[in-house]
C-alpha cells in the first residue's frame, strides 16, 4: 500500500436502514391519519449500526449470507439509498457494478448508452469520446455497438453494461458479483481488468459468495449478519466467523459493539473456539447445520437411509467451506431398516455444471462392512485432504450392495450439499498437485 493510500476515501459511521413494515396497505394510509400518531407498522432493520473505513488503494471485501445487507450497504455509499441513521463520506468518482444495466434505455442503441451512462457517471462527452473505443473493445459486440440494446441477448447486455463501468478510470470501484458475465474467456479479463485495477492503486470494495476472490483480492474484509455488523479485519479471520454463520454455529453472544469501527476490527477473534467440537453435538442433526440443496435428488428401495450427514473441517467444526490443502472429513449415518449384506457407503463432488470430480466408496477404500442387520445405525467417516480448485461444489451421498452381482440402490441423495473450497491460488485443472518449484 502506497503512502498516501492512509487517506481515508469511504467513511461509514453508524449506518442503519430501517424499513416500515404493514401488515397490510390500508395499515399505511391509517397510520399517515392518525390523530393520535398511532403506529401500525414494525420496524425492519435492514442495517443496524454498520461502521467502516476504506483507505485509499486498499480493495476491502464484504461478506455474509444473502440478506444480510450488503448490496443495501452498497447502495447507500453509492448515493443510490439514503440511510436512515449515520452518514457516509466518499472522496472521488464512484463507477459501481451493481445491477449491470441500470441506467440503459433499451430504445437507444449501445453507443448512445455509452455516452448516457458516462455521462451519469460524471464524465464529460469530450472524456467519454476519448474513452468509447477502449469501450467498445472491451465489450466485443461488433457492429451490435449501433444496434437498439431491446434487441440484445443477456450476454451482450451485461458486457456492455460491465465494460463501460470498468472503463471510466473511477478512483473508487465498487463490485457487486459482477465479475462473472459473458463465457470463461470475458471472465478472464474481467479479472485481469480488476487486476490492473489493485496494480494502479485504485480504492476496491468487492461483494461476493466466493470466498477464494475475497481471500485473493481483499486485505480486509467486513462481515454483515442480518443487518449487524459481526467483524472487520484481515479476510482470513473474518471468513473463518462466516463459515460458522453458513452452519448455523455463530453464538449471537459473539456479537462485537460496531459503534466504534476501531473496536470492530478486533473483534474477529472467535471467542471460545476450541471450546465447541460441534462433532461432539448429539442434541441436533449434522444436516440441518449444513447449507442444502433445496432441488436435490432422492431415490432407492428403502432397506436403508442415510439419516444424517456433514462435513467437519481440520478443526473438528461443521463447515460447508474447506481450504484447499486441509484435511476434511465427510461423515455418513446409515439406518438399516431391514438385513443387508455388505453394503457400500459413498460419496460423489461434482462441480456446478454437473462434472463428477472425484468420490469414493467404503469397498474402494478397503473396508468391507459385512452383516448389516434391522436397527442398525452406524456412522461412515471419510477422511482426507482436500486437493480441489477454490471453486463451488455439490456433494452426493448413497448406500448401495450388490445382490447377485446386480447393484441395489438403498437409498441415494444426489447434489445434496454445497461445498465451498478456499484457496488464495488457483492452479489449472479441477485438482492442486501441489508443486514445488526449483531452480538449479
Known amino acids: 500500500m502506497s503512502g498516501d493510500s492512509i487517506n481515508p476515501v469511504v467513511e461509514v459511521k453508524d449506518i442503519r436502514k430501517i424499513y416500515k413494515l404493514y401488515d397490510k396497505p390500508i395499515d399505511r394510509f391509517r397510520e399517515t391519519m392518525s390523530i393520535i400518531h398511532k403506529d401500525y407498522h414494525s ?25 444480510s445487507g450488503k448490496s443495501t450497504l452498497l447502495k447507500i455509499i453509492t448515493g443510490v439509498l439514503n440511510p436512515t441513521e449515520g452518514e457516509v463520506k466518499v472522496r472521488g468518482r464512484i463507477s ?34 476519448d474513452k468509447f473505443q477502449e469501450i467498445e473493445d472491451f465489450a466485443e459486440i461488433g457492429d451490435f455497438i449501433d444496434q437498439p440494446v431491446k434487441t440484445y441477448s443477456s450476454g451482450m447486455f451485461a458486457r456492455l453494461a460491465f465494460a463501460v463501468a470498468i472503463n471510466v478510470d473511477p478512483d473508487i470501484l465498487i463490485v457487486d458479483e459482477a465479475l462473472s458475465v459473458g463465457d470463461i474467456f ?11 485495477f489493485k496494480e494502479k492503486g485504485k480504492t476496491i470494495i468487492f461483494v461476493s459468495h466466493d470466498m477464494s476472490s475475497v481471500l485473493k483480492y481483499c486485505e480486509r474484509c467486513l462481515l454483515i449478519n442480518k443487518g449487524k455488523q459481526v467483524a472487520l479485519g484481515p479476510s482470513s479471520e473474518v471468513i473463518d466467523v462466516y463459515k460458522k454463520i453458513l452452519v448455523n454455529q455463530f453464538d449471537e453472544e459473539e456479537l462485537p459493539d460496531t459503534e466504534n469501527a476501531e473496536e470492530a476490527e478486533k473483534t474477529t477473534e472467535t471467542k471460545g473456539t476450541e471450546e465447541k467440537k460441534q462433532s461432539n453435538i448429539i442434541d441436533t442433526k449434522w444436516k440441518e447445520s449444513m447449507l442444502q440443496n433445496p432441488n436435490y435428488i432422492e431415490y432407492g428401495d428403502g432397506k436403508a437411509a442415510i439419516t444424517d450427514f456433514a462435513i467437519f473441517d481440520e478443526n473438528g467444526n461443521l463447515a460447508n467451506a474447506i481450504y484447499k490443502g486441509t484435511e476434511f472429513t465427510i461423515k455418513i449415518k446409515v439406518e438399516f431398516f431391514e438385513e443387508v449384506e455388505n453394503p457400500i457407503v459413498a460419496y460423489t ?7 463428477e470430480i472425484t468420490g469414493t466408496n467404503t469397498i474402494l477404500e478397503g473396508k468391507h462392512i ?6 442398525d445405525i452406524h456412522v461412515f467417516s471419510f477422511k482426507q485432504k482436500m486437493p480441489l480448485q477454490g471453486a463451488q461444489y455439490l456433494l452426493s451421498f448413497g448406500c448401495t450392495s450388490y445382490v447377485s452381482d446386480e447393484l441395489v440402490v438403498y437409498h441415494r441423495l444426489y447434489d445434496i450439499v454445497n461445498l465451498q ?9 479441477f485438482v492442486d498437485l501441489d508443486s514445488t518449484v526449483e531452480m538449479d
Request: hydrophobic share 35%.
Open 43 to 67: 420496524n425492519h432493520f435492514a442495517l443496524d449500526r454498520i461502521n467502516m473505513t476504506v483507505n485509499k488503494g486498499e480493495c476491502v471485501g464484504i461478506i455474509g449470507t444473502n440478506g
Open 96 to 129: 459501481a457494478l451493481l445491477e449491470l444495466g441500470t441506467g440503459f434505455n433499451m430504445e437507444y442503441t449501445g453507443r448512445e448508452n455509452v455516452f448516457l451512462n458516462g455521462t451519469m457517471l460524471g464524465l464529460t462527452r469530450k472524456e467519454v469520446e
Open 186 to 196: 470475458f471472465q478472464s479479463k474481467c479479472y485481469r481488468k480488476f487486476n490492473d
Open 349 to 355: 463432488i461434482k462441480d456446478l455444471k454437473g462434472t
Open 370 to 375: 459385512g452383516k448389516m442387520k434391522k436397527g
Open 421 to 429: 473450497v478456499i484457496s488464495e491460488r488457483n492452479t489449472v485443472g
